[in-house]
T-cell receptor
Framework: EAQVTQNPRYLITVTGKKLTVTCSQNMNHEYMSWYRQDPGLGLRQIYY???????DKGDVPEGYKVSRKEKRNFPLILESPSPNQTSLYFC????????????FGDGTRLSIL | GESVGLHLPTLSVQEGDNSIINCAYSNSASDYFIWYKQESGKGPQFIIDIRSNMDKRQGQRVTVLLNKTVKHLSLQIAATQPGDSAVYFC???????????FGAGTTVTVRA
C-alpha cells in the first residue's frame, strides 16, 4: 500500500529538549515536504526536498532542520523546541514536485510545554 | 501573508444539493492549483487539480473552475453526501517554484 508514515503520532515534551519527527514514504517519490497546520492558518510549508541531499526552506523554516540522506526518509528536527512550535505537522511526498498531487501522512501532534 | 485564501470559513449544505467552495489567490505567477479534502484526524487527500492553461476540469462529482482574470478558483461538488463533510483547502504553486501555498480552509457540513 502506498503511504507516507510519520512517527510519533503524538508527542508532549518540554522546551529545549531536542526532538525528531520521522517521515518515510514507500512510493519512490523524489519530492518530500513538511507542513505545519494551525487553526485558521491552513497548512504552511516548513521545508521541502527535491531529491536526496537537496533541501530548501519553505515559508516558515525558523526553528526547524531537515535532512534527506535517503530517498524514502525526510526527518524533521527541532533542535530546541519552543511553545510556539506546538502544532499539527504533516509530511507529504510527490513524484517530482509541488506541481503534482502530494500524498500526506496522518500527522504528528506536537505539544511543547 | 497568505497568497491563497478562501471566501468563507464554513459552509452548510443540504444533502443532495450542490456545494460551491470558493478560493481567491493573489500570485499571478501561479500556474498550478489543487484542492485537498481533510477529514477529522487525517491528513489532506487530493481531490482535483488544474493548470493555468485550463479553465475547467471535471472529476467524479467534482469540478474545478479557474478564472485567471480575477484570480479565483472554485470547487463544485455535485449531489453532496454526508461523506463530503470535511475541511477543504485550495493551494497554489507558482511557476518554476517548489513551494505550495495553502488557503485557510473551508469547513463543509452536510445536513441530513
Amino acid at each position: 500500500e502506498a503511504q507516507v508514515t510519520q512517527n510519533p503520532r503524538y508527542l508532549i515534551t518540554v522546551t529545549g529538549k531536542k526532538l525528531t519527527v520521522t517521515c518515510s514514504q514507500n512510493m519512490n517519490h523524489e519530492y518530500m515536504s513538511w507542513y505545519r497546520q494551525d487553526p485558521g492558518l491552513g497548512l504552511r510549508q516548513i521545508y521541502y526536498s527535491m531529491n536526496v541531499e537537496v533541501t530548501d526552506k519553505g515559508d516558515v523554516p525558523e526553528g526547524y532542520k531537515v535532512s534527506r540522506k535517503e530517498k524514502r526518509n525526510f526527518p524533521l528536527i527541532l533542535e530546541s523546541p519552543s511553545p510556539n512550535q506546538t502544532s499539527l505537522y504533516f509530511c507529504a511526498s510527490s513524484t517530482l514536485g509541488a506541481d503534482q498531487p502530494q500524498h500526506f501522512g496522518d500527522g504528528t501532534r506536537l505539544s511543547i510545554l | 501573508g497568505e497568497s491563497v485564501g478562501l471566501h468563507l470559513p464554513t459552509l452548510s449544505v443540504q444533502e443532495g444539493d450542490n456545494s460551491i467552495i470558493n478560493c481567491a489567490y493573489s500570485n499571478s505567477a501561479s500556474d498550478y492549483f489543487i484542492w485537498y479534502k481533510q477529514e477529522s484526524g487525517k491528513g489532506p487527500q487530493f481531490i482535483i487539480d488544474i493548470r493555468s492553461n485550463m479553465d475547467k476540469r471535471q472529476g467524479q462529482r467534482v469540478t474545478v473552475l479557474l478564472n485567471k482574470t480575477v484570480k479565483h478558483l472554485s470547487l463544485q461538488i455535485a449531489a453532496t453526501q454526508p461523506g463530503d463533510s470535511a475541511v477543504y483547502f485550495c493551494a497554489e504553486n507558482p511557476d518554476n517554484d517548489y513551494k505550495l501555498s495553502f488557503g485557510a480552509g473551508t469547513t463543509v457540513t452536510v445536513r441530513a
